[in-house]
């Protein structure tokens, strides 16, 4: 066991046994983290923190028996952190608070960052659409960064089981994104 793995399997026995700054300690170094992930397959801020809260306080309550000796506390956090995040696609829970949007000077750019915003949102649309398994592999795999096989460790399924939800997450969006371009230029040609 290296010494960082070490050192991490002590602060969440700490953790477990209720001390609070060995808690503290692991917070500070995987809130961000967890945040990134829960940002990319949410694409709500608030709703982002909302689940990064939910995760580390079942740290808090799971710590006692939690084991991390092999992998430390990374890939248990980030599949606590994709379930709730696919629980609450789900279940529609997401809650949009919106205020009066006050008034902003346009940049001369506008039309750029609209259109990058509306290719964005055409990505993200078809990332929504795919099977939550689906997502949550080709999130963690293509925006964490993450290897097939840690991926299959933090879903609980093979490797092979991982390639062929990436393979096939990639085509449902290759597909959705071709048909969403031949449908915007059909309507380009009727203007």
Not at 41 to 63: F, P
Not at 139 to 167: C, N
Request: aromatic letters at 4%; one cysteine or more; a negative charge.
């Amino acid at each position: 066991m290296g010494t960082e793995l070490g050192e991490e399997v002590a602060l969440v026995a700490a953790a477990g046994a209720g001390d609070a700054a060995a808690f503290r300690t692991l917070v500070d170094r995987h809130l961000s983290g967890v945040l990134a992930v829960a940002r990319r397959m949410l694409h709500d801020d608030a709703e982002a923190e909302d689940v990064a809260q939910e995760a580390l306080l079942r740290l808090w309550r799971s710590a006692e028996g939690l084991d991390v000796t092999t992998y430390g506390l990374r890939p248990w956090l980030r599949r606590v952190v994709s379930n709730l995040c696919v629980d609450r696609m789900r279940s529609g829970k997401r809650m949009v608070v919106v205020d009066e949007v006050p008034e902003l000077p346009e940049a001369a750019t506008q039309q750029s960052e609209m259109e990058a915003q509306d290719t964005s949102q055409r990505v993200d649309a078809a990332l929504k659409a795919l099977p939550d398994r689906q997502r949550m592999a080709l999130t963690l795999f293509h925006y964490e960064g993450l290897s097939q096989i840690e991926i299959g460790q933090i879903m609980g399924i093979s490797d092979e089981a991982v390639e062929s939800l990436l393979a096939r997450a990639r085509r449902g969006l290759k597909a959705a994104l071709r048909d969403e371009l031949q449908e915007l230029l059909s309507d380009g040609q009727h203007d």
